[in-house]
């Protein structure tokens, strides 16, 4: 079983920043990737950034130049940095894990509120 425990959400301005963290514990397989999906009110829920435990990432094409995730030195912690936040940016935040092993395990966060507004 694995947990994950989100943290950081809040209110921010446009053109402010957020930074979002997530902790994984419990039986994490070595070769996993964590990723943020993000769900707005009324739309489906979308991916915004994974990142490998080889450190490769990939982001949504709304997010990049703006948004940076990263791992910890711990490397099941993993951080969404959100600059230049815009109103569309606002959403529930959610943390997954996706761990490959002879089968692949897939767990997530219980979310994460993020508002953009003035």
């Known amino acids: 079983q694995v947990q994950l425990v989100e943290s950081g959400g809040g209110l921010a301005q446009p053109g402010g920043s957020l930074r979002l963290s997530c902790a994984a514990s419990g039986s994490i397989f070595r070769d996993n990737s964590l990723g943020w999906y993000r769900q707005a009110p009324g739309k489906e829920c979308e991916l915004v950034a994974r990142i490998t435990s080889g450190d490769s990432t990939n982001y949504a094409d709304s997010v990049r130049g703006r948004f940076t995730i990263s791992r910890g030195n711990a490397k099941n912690t993993v951080y969404l940095q959100m600059n230049s936040l815009k109103p569309e940016d606002t959403a529930v935040y959610y943390c997954?894990?996706?761990?490959?092993?002879?089968?692949?395990?897939?767990?997530w966060g219980q979310g994460t509120q993020v508002t953009v507004s003035s």
């Open positions: 997954n894990i996706r761990m490959y092993g002879t089968t692949t395990l897939v767990y």
